[in-house]
């Protein structure tokens, strides 16, 4: 009864389609991205889960390149991913990624509460993408297929990111630029209600001062969204800075080595919205370890989303070339 509960608070959340969107869109994809913060567009490093959200960053990673993640969400829900880039031959390499999301199994029941059975649920995204750059600039391009079924009933949308990216020679600076979920809609739970795509802009930058061992990324987002609720009393007084910082994610990596990072990020939004009226108790922070072996890159992130706890991630990102080399 529990976890029925929590899951239909998630729900109210991430799947109230007909007033805020496909949300789950917005969900993590890789222990790196929840560890600074949630949203980065700007890491033009070889990390191939950042073109996911934005293509343009394509270029940067090796051919072969592949990651996986696994993030164990509340009650017992449970998050899948793999992302990897794949050259084929004549029209040349693209990004192929899919996240899904299991809700497991939850109580039916009727009005009054009676359990009548049980029934599924789960989400799940398709991407392909493909870059072409020109000197220090690269552009990008995702065609996503989403759709969420819960128990016969699904919801579905034909997706399209656009994104750009500078790349300073050095290595030093990245800044990015993201046109993310605009398209079309395939079907809706319901046919008298409308579903929004949740379309955004965001602009970010990636930056590491060349004799800091640290490595800065600020990503700015929420940049047309209209539907910010910053208080329920219409009496309080409005911070202008804190409503500015609901729109700004900052993530850091203390570089310790070639071989070992620690990340940290904070999301305003995150911490404001979801915190006890007394406290935050850490919601809002993420903080993570990469450890690099060969040609293995290993990540572990925990992302505080309230004061109830947060969610952790594990991400293996490799190549398919040093994978076959073990076998």
Not at 68 to 96: C, E, H, L, Q, T
Not at 277 to 295: E, F, H
């Amino acid at each position: 009864m529990k976890k029925t509960f929590f899951i239909i608070f998630i729900f109210s959340g991430l799947l109230a389609w007909s007033q805020h969107g496909l949300e789950f869109l917005d969900l993590s994809v890789s222990a790196r991205e929840a560890a600074l913060g949630g949203s980065i567009i700007s890491n033009g490093d070889g990390d191939v889960t950042v073109a996911f959200r934005n293509p343009a960053v394509l270029d940067s990673v090796a051919p072969g390149s592949i990651a996986a993640m696994f993030n164990p969400y509340y009650a017992d829900i449970s998050r899948f991913s793999v992302i990897g880039k794949f050259d084929f031959n004549k029209i040349g390499p693209f990004a192929i990624g899919t996240v899904y999301t299991d809700y497991g199994e939850l109580d039916r029941t009727d009005d009054i509460g009676t359990k009548l059975g049980e029934f599924t649920a789960r989400d799940y995204i398709v991407s392909v993408g493909k870059s072409h750059r020109i000197g220090s600039f690269g552009i990008g391009g995702n065609v996503k297929f989403a759709q969420s079924i819960i128990d016969s009933n699904s919801a579905s949308a034909l997706l399209l990111d656009m994104g750009g990216i500078y790349s300073h020679p050095s290595g030093l600076l990245y800044i990015g630029l993201l046109f993310s979920d605009f398209g079309w809609i395939l079907s809706d739970y319901a046919v008298d209600k409308e579903l929004n795509i949740p379309f955004d802009v965001k602009v970010g930058t990636t930056f590491k001062p060349q004799y800091m061992p640290v490595r800065f990324t600020f990503t700015v987002y929420d940049l047309i969204s209209n539907t910010e609720t910053y208080s329920d009393d219409p009496q309080e007084t409005l911070d202008n800075l804190d409503k500015a910082l609901r729109h700004i994610n900052i993530g850091g990596a203390f570089i310790l080595g070639r071989n070992l990072e620690i990340l940290l990020g904070y999301n305003q939004k995150r911490r404001q919205e979801l915190r006890l009226a007394q406290s935050a108790m850490g919601a809002g922070w993420s903080y993570g370890l990469l450890i690099r072996i060969k040609d293995l890159d290993l990540r572990f992130s925990r992302s505080n989303f309230h004061a109830a706890g947060g969610t952790s991630f594990i991400s293996l990102q490799s190549n398919v070339n040093s994978i076959r080399n073990i076998f």
